[in-house]
């Protein structure tokens, strides 16, 4: 089974630090994807990667960057953060580029609070 | 664009009782459909999917859930429910041979409450 990894469960920042959240896979995944979680909006797409040094914009991607320096791993990047950010982020990651998204699989996720 | 829409918010339901999970989809194109649930604490796990074929689709945990082309419709669906089931249902859509990647389009989720 594919394995999704996120470094952290939860996390406490403060507003305006430079916030980094880690996920890592360990299959040979291609794709990689960056959500956010809120109450009632479901899941929305900050950022995905189809391959290594590729980035693509989601639906809400401000104020938000990521880092895919290595096929196995995505980083988020808040780079001044704000309580607006402040949400249950999801990592995920799916099959082969052009093949719709045969089944995901998502990390456990980090609850970040920003105070 | 996609776009999801789950018609209900929360659902509770008495241990042993059916439940319905409704979701409705906007696309231009033919589309694949996915189910997913997270229970507390947890990510998401896939229930199940629809790619093409046979309309009814058998996931895990004895859901299924009927794909309507002419409704755009993916409506979920259990006969009894366990206190188990207790948790949150995402419906997701996803265009296929899409060939700058692929994504998934979210609906904004369904809690399912299980009462004894």
């Known amino acids: 089974d594919v394995k999704v990894t996120q470094s952290s469960r939860y996390l406490v920042k403060r507003t305006g630090e430079k916030v980094f959240l880690e996920c890592v896979q360990d299959m040979d995944h291609e794709n990689m994807f960056w959500y956010r979680q809120d109450p009632g909006l479901g899941l929305r797409l900050i950022y995905f990667s189809y391959d290594v040094k590729m980035k693509e914009k989601g639906d809400i991607p401000e104020g938000y960057s990521v880092s895919r320096e290595k096929k196995e791993r995505f980083s988020l990047i808040l780079e001044s953060a704000s309580t607006n950010q402040t949400s249950m982020y999801l990592c995920a990651t799916g099959g082969l580029r052009g093949q719709g998204a045969l089944g995901y699989t998502f990390g456990s996720g980090t609850r970040l609070t920003v105070v | 664009a996609q776009s999801v829409t789950q018609l209900d918010s929360q659902v509770p339901v008495f241990e042993e009782a059916p439940v319905e999970l409704r979701c409705n989809y906007s696309?231009?194109?033919?589309?694949?459909l996915f189910w997913y649930v997270q229970y507390p604490n947890q990510g998401l796990q896939l229930l199940l999917k629809y790619l093409s074929g046979s309309t009814l689709v058998k996931g895990i945990n004895g859901f299924e859930a009927e794909f309507n082309k002419s409704q755009t419709s993916f409506h979920l669906r259990k006969p009894s429910v366990h206190i188990s089931d207790t948790a949150e249902y995402f419906c997701?859509?996803?265009?296929?041979?899409?060939?700058?990647?692929?994504?998934?389009?979210f609906g904004g989720g369904t809690r399912v409450l299980v009462k004894p």
């Open positions: 997701a859509v996803s265009e296929p041979l899409k060939a700058a990647g692929n994504k998934l389009t």
């Open positions: 696309s231009s194109v033919s589309v694949y």
